[in-house]
């Protein structure tokens, strides 16, 4: 059973900086991968997806809650991301999860978002930002 495992997750004052990461184990194909998050009492929503299909597309895409402030990246190893977030705010904090879609078609930046599109998940990381 294929497993996404994610860490770097804790706690951190507002403005702190923390960077999470996940990593499969076991072989999966995805050609999306994102974070997404969800508090206590609310929906779970997405906060950063990049495309993973290879080629020339290199594509990410945010919500404008965390643009400019969240950057999600690859790793060298396949089905490894990286969520790097800046400038915390109390309001960032939830539980974090990341996921992988194997998606037959591309996706819209919407549907980059969209938990149903994803088909693996993690088990999640707590972020909790202090003020």
């Known amino acids: 059973q294929v497993q996404l495992v994610e860490s770097g997750g804790g706690s951190v004052q507002a403005g702190g900086s923390l960077r999470l990461s996940c990593a499969a184990a076991g072989y999966i194909y995805s050609n999306y991968m994102g974070w997404f998050r969800q508090a206590p009492g609310k929906e779970r929503e997405g906060v950063a997806a990049?495309?993973?299909?290879?080629?020339?597309?290199?594509?990410?895409y945010y919500p404008d809650s965390v643009k400019g402030r969240f950057t999600i990246s690859q790793g060298n190893a396949k089905n490894t991301v990286y969520l790097q977030m800046n400038s915390l705010k109390p309001e960032d904090t939830a539980m974090y999860y990341c996921?992988?879609?194997?998606?037959?078609?591309?996706?819209?930046?919407?549907?980059?978002?969209?938990?149903?599109?994803?088909?693996?998940w993690g088990q999640g990381t707590q972020v909790t930002v202090s003020s």
């Open positions: 996921a992988a879609a194997r998606a037959s078609q591309l996706l819209s930046r919407r549907g980059m978002l969209d938990s149903n599109e994803y088909n693996y």
């Open positions: 990049i495309y993973t299909g290879g080629g020339v597309i290199d594509y990410t």
